[in-house]
Nanobody
């Protein structure tokens, strides 16, 4: 059974930083792309960042480019999301997910999801 467990969320002031972690179990972590997604109240879930199986390729939503960094440590079965210069509009539940392939891109290709961690940015 595949499990993803996120941690690192919390309350932070605008301009601050948080680092989210997501540890996976139940499948060979290093064989699959990973992604971070978020969902704000009343809004649809959106992609934040994706990283391929080696960590050599990443992509970001325009809204977080230059502020967020996704990375992975395959030895620890963990993917990270470093979030800097946080804004109130970054407030959301953040989810990590694992893809169905080494370089999954479309949200539909992400097939296992964590339970989410709340990030709240105060102004």
């Amino acid at each position: 059974q595949v499990q993803l467990v996120e941690s690192g969320g919390g309350l932070v002031q605008a301009g601050g930083s948080l680092r989210l972690s997501c540890t996976a179990s139940g499948r060979t972590f290093s064989n699959y792309a990973m992604g971070w997604f978020r969902q704000a109240p009343g809004k649809e879930r959106e992609v934040v960042a994706r990283i391929n199986w080696t960590g050599g390729s990443t992509n970001y939503a325009d809204s977080v480019k230059g502020r967020f960094t996704i990375s992975r440590d395959n030895a620890k079965n963990t993917v990270y999301l470093q979030m800097n210069s946080l804004k109130p509009e970054d407030t959301a539940v953040y989810y990590c997910a694992t893809g169905s392939s080494k370089s999954a891109y479309a949200t539909a290709e992400y097939i296992y999801w964590g339970q989410g961690t709340q990030v709240t940015v105060s102004s």
